[in-house]
């Protein structure tokens, strides 16, 4: 069964420590690997997508099929970077349009 | 806004009753998704369509149908409400319907009392 686990729901840290936001996925096909992040009363919004393999806002994502993760990191959090982050997958490369996602990781960065 | 747009942004109603959730896409988006966020279930995808037809369908309920019409805007319709129809109902849209982007709107949420 296709499924994004992000086992932290809550992550805390203080301001310029670095972050990493786990995720695992569960495919058997060749996946294509998201992270969404959503600040307070915004809406939804793509942060990053494996196969563009961009750094956006400091994060950067390696997927590693070895170990079927795709972890989100940064080496230096700020406080801005405090939201909800999702996980989420594509099966089929990308060619099922719809995304299967982890249940969320809320990030607190302390001053 | 040129963003995905969905009313209404609450809505409140008693169970056993029908209700519809509006969505329009981003303009030139052809796809439309809808996904529920309940605290239990997370983010869940209901289902999907493609330029008036439907493309993909996920967990969703008998009790709930959808539709995406000529102007490409679409509607999921909400049925025989229960108290566990409580939730956030996203719409979220993308140019084509594989492999791109996907933007989402505001939500709806619903409160089945």
């Known amino acids: 069964a296709q499924r994004v686990t992000q086992p932290e729901k809550l992550l805390s840290v203080f301001k310029g420590a670095p972050v990493e936001l786990k995720c695992n996925y569960s495919y058997s096909g060749s996946p294509e690997l998201f992270w969404y992040v959503q600040y307070s009363r915004q809406r939804l919004q793509l942060l990053l997508r494996h196969i563009s393999r961009e750094s956006i806002k400091g994060f950067t994502a390696d997927l590693n099929k070895g170990e079927t993760s795709f972890h989100l990191k ?3 959090a700020q406080e801005e970077d405090s939201a909800m982050y ?3 997958l594509s099966g089929d490369g990308g060619s099922q349009g719809n995304l ?3 249940k969320g990781t809320k990030l607190s960065v302390k001053p | 806004d040129s963003g995905v747009t969905q009313t209404p942004k ?3 109603t008693a169970t056993g009753q029908r209700v519809t959730l ?3 896409p981003r ?4 796809s439309v998704y809808w996904y529920q966020q309940s605290l239990d279930q997370g983010l869940q995808f209901l289902i999907q369509y493609y330029n008036g037809e439907e ?3 996920g967990n969703i309920l008998e009790r709930f149908s959808a539709q995406q019409f000529p102007d490409l805007h679409s509607e999921l319709n909400l049925s025989s409400l229960e108290l566990g129809d409580s939730a956030l109902y996203f719409c979220a849209s993308s140019v084509e319907g594989q492999g791109q982007t996907q933007y ?3 939500g709806t949420r619903l409160l089945v009392l």
Do not use: V
């Open chain 2, 10 to 12: 609450h809505l409140i």
């Open chain 2, 22 to 24: 509006r969505c329009s």
């Open chain 1, 100 to 102: 299967i996602f982890g």
């Open chain 1, 74 to 76: 940064k080496p230096f």
């Open chain 2, 104 to 106: 989402f709107g505001p």
């Open chain 2, 27 to 30: 303009s030139g988006d052809l």
């Open chain 2, 55 to 57: 493309r993909a369908k």
């Open chain 1, 86 to 88: 999702y996980c989420a």
